[in-house]
Structures are given as structure tokens and as C-alpha cells.
């Protein structure tokens, strides 16, 4: 049994089977790396036939995205524009109502005392006027509002 040439046929003999048992153990896993490459390259196929399109949609929408935003921004800012006009307007309508109202009262109090005017009895005796010189010490006239405090005091 120390033949040497017998353990050299058994060792060869082993490494062939070992090696038919790999190859038949590595056979359908092969098979199925090669089918795995072929999806792999149907998908990568296909990925370069619709990604850029889908890539240059994506673009497009974000442009449009884009401009929508842009027009919303402007409506803003104009209807911003438009809410400070109208708040002009109203101020200055409060001021033109208010110097309107001022007027009207000056009117209407203009037109009672041309009416008293008109309308009171005329003096029968002549009050006698008095000189330059005592006129100067005297107060200044009256304005129109201090005539109207006097008038209901009386």
C-alpha cells in the first residue's frame, strides 16, 4: 500500500471528482448568472430608452412649477398694490367727506345768521358810534364760533 503511483492515481482521481462535482454544482448557478445578466441589461435597455424622456418631462414640469410661482408672486404683489390704492382712496374720501362736513356747518351757520340778520327788527333809536380812539381799546370782534356760544347762552 505505499505504492506511490496508486496514491497519485487516487489523489487524481479525487481532484477530477471533486472538480466534476463542482462544475455540475456550478452549472445551473452560472445558469442563472446569465439569466440574471440578460434582465439586467432588458433593464438597463430600457432605462435608457424612456429615463431621458421621463428626466426631460421631470425639467419641464419644474420650469412650469417654476413660472406658476412666479405669476402667483406677481398677482400678490399687484393685488398688494391694489389694496394700498383703495386704502389711499378711502383716506382721502375721509378727508374729503370731513372738509365737506366743516363746510356744511359753515354754511349752514353763514345762512342762520344772514337769516337772524334779515329777519330781526331794526333798531328805532341810533345808537351813537363810538370814537376812533375809544374803538382801539376795545377787544377785537368775535369770531364766528365765540357769536354761536354767546347766541345759545342767550
Given at each position: 500500500?505505499?505504492?506511490?503511483?496508486?496514491?497519485?492515481?487516487l489523489s487524481?482521481?479525487?481532484?477530477?471528482?471533486?472538480?466534476?462535482?463542482?462544475?455540475v454544482?456550478?452549472?445551473?448557478?452560472?445558469?442563472?448568472?446569465?439569466?440574471?445578466?440578460?434582465?439586467?441589461?432588458?433593464?438597463?435597455?430600457?432605462?435608457?430608452?424612456?429615463?431621458?424622456?421621463?428626466?426631460?418631462?421631470?425639467?419641464?414640469?419644474?420650469?412650469?412649477?417654476?413660472?406658476?410661482?412666479?405669476?402667483?408672486?406677481?398677482?400678490?404683489?399687484?393685488?398688494?398694490?391694489?389694496?394700498?390704492?383703495?386704502d389711499?382712496?378711502?383716506?382721502?374720501?375721509?378727508?374729503?367727506?370731513?372738509?365737506?362736513?366743516?363746510?356744511?356747518?359753515?354754511?349752514?351757520?353763514?345762512?342762520?345768521?344772514?337769516?337772524?340778520?334779515?329777519?330781526?327788527?331794526?333798531?328805532?333809536?341810533?345808537?351813537?358810534?363810538?370814537?376812533?380812539?375809544?374803538?382801539?381799546?376795545?377787544?377785537?370782534?368775535?369770531?364766528?364760533?365765540?357769536?354761536?356760544?354767546?347766541?345759545?347762552?342767550?
Amino acid at each position: 500500500m505505499i505504492d506511490p503511483l496508486f496514491w497519485l492515481g487516487l489523489s487524481l482521481l479525487l481532484v477530477a471528482t471533486s472538480l466534476t462535482a463542482v462544475l455540475v454544482a456550478a452549472i445551473p448557478a452560472l445558469q442563472e448568472l446569465a439569466r440574471a445578466a440578460r434582465s439586467a441589461e432588458k433593464l438597463f435597455d430600457t432605462l435608457s430608452r424612456e429615463l431621458p424622456p421621463t428626466l426631460i418631462s421631470i425639467r419641464k414640469t419644474g420650469m412650469e412649477i417654476k413660472d406658476l410661482t412666479d405669476d402667483v408672486s406677481e398677482g400678490v404683489q399687484s393685488a398688494g398694490k391694489v389694496v394700498k390704492q383703495v386704502d389711499q382712496g378711502l383716506n382721502t374720501a375721509k378727508k374729503q367727506a370731513k372738509n365737506l362736513q366743516i363746510s356744511t356747518r359753515s354754511l349752514v351757520v353763514g345762512v342762520k345768521t344772514a337769516w337772524q340778520s334779515f329777519t330781526r327788527p331794526k333798531p328805532a333809536k341810533r345808537v351813537e358810534r363810538l370814537p376812533i380812539s375809544e374803538k382801539l381799546n376795545e377787544k377785537p370782534p368775535l369770531t364766528l364760533r365765540e357769536r354761536e356760544v354767546l347766541k345759545r347762552r342767550e
